[in-house]
C-alpha cells in the first residue's frame, strides 16, 4: 500500500473515532510510525489531510451505496437498504466530526454537502418517483419537497440539540425517523409491502428472510 494511502486509511480512523479538531498531526504520524516530515511531503497541513480524507470517504459512500441498493425488489426495500447503510456510518462516527468540519474545514464540508445534494438528493427524488409510478407511494406527494425532507431527517438525526443522547442513539434516532417518513408517503398497497418488509427486517434492517 502507498504511503499516501495508508495515511488517509489511519487518518479516517481518527478522525471517525475522535474527530477532527482533537486530531495533530503530530498525532497521524506517530500512530503510523512515520515522521511529519512524510506527512508533509503528501499534505500541505492537516486541513489539505481531512479535505483528502472526506473525499476518499465519499467516493467510497458512493460506490457502496449503489452496490448495496443494486438488488433491492422495488423502492420501499431500498429506501430501508439505505437507511441501514447510514446507521452503519452514524455507528462508527463520532457525532463531533460533522460539526468539526462544518465549523473548521469549509472545502470538506463542501464535498459533504455536494454528496448530499448531487448523489443523496438525487438518489431519492428517483425513489418517490418510481415508488410513484409502481403504485406504492401516494401520487399527490410532492417529490422535491418530500426528497428534501428525507435528507434534513436524516442530517437531523445528528443533532444533539435536537435529539439529546439520552433519547438513544442516532441509529435508534434514524429508525424512528425512517419509519415516520415512509409511512407518510404510502399507498395502501405499500403499506401492505412496507410492514411485510418490517417482519422480515431485524432493528438493523438486515435481512432475515428474502
Keep these: 500500500m502507498e504511503i499516501k494511502e495508508r495515511i488517509l486509511l489511519k487518518a479516517e480512523v481518527l478522525f471517525w473515532k475522535f474527530g477532527t479538531r482533537t486530531i495533530t498531526m503530530d ?16 499534505f500541505t497541513d492537516k486541513d489539505d489531510i481531512v479535505y483528502q480524507v472526506i473525499q476518499y470517504r465519499m467516493e467510497k459512500n458512493r460506490a457502496h451505496v449503489v452496490s448495496q441498493v443494486a438488488d433491492a425488489h422495488d423502492p420501499i426495500e431500498e429506501i430501508m437498504l439505505a437507511s441501514r447503510i447510514v446507521r452503519q456510518q452514524l455507528a462508527e462516527m463520532n457525532p463531533a466530526l460533522l460539526i468539526d468540519i462544518q ?6 464540508w463542501e464535498i459533504c454537502t455536494e454528496f448530499k445534494e448531487k448523489f443523496l438528493l438525487e438518489s431519492m427524488r428517483s425513489n418517490l418517483k418510481r415508488g ?32 439529546p ?5 442516532m441509529a435508534d434516532v434514524q429508525v424512528e425517523l425512517l419509519h415516520h417518513f415512509v409511512r407518510g408517503i404510502l399507498t395502501e398497497k405499500g403499506s401492505i409491502i412496507y410492514n ?8 438493523d434492517l438486515t435481512p432475515v428472510t428474502r
Excluded: C, W
Aim: aromatic residues 8%; proline residues 4%.
Design 165 to 169: 443522547t439520552a433519547l438513544g442513539s
Design 103 to 108: 465549523r473548521h474545514h469549509p472545502r470538506a
Design 132 to 163: 410513484i409510478e409502481q403504485g406504492l407511494y401516494r401520487p399527490e406527494i410532492n417529490v422535491e419537497i418530500m426528497a428534501r425532507l428525507r435528507m434534513e431527517l436524516i442530517g437531523m438525526a445528528h443533532n444533539p440539540n435536537v435529539f
Design 27 to 42: 498525532d497521524i504520524a506517530r500512530d503510523l510510525g512515520i515522521s511529519k516530515k512524510t506527512l508533509y511531503q503528501h
Design 196 to 203: 411485510q418488509y418490517v417482519q422480515d427486517y431485524q432493528n
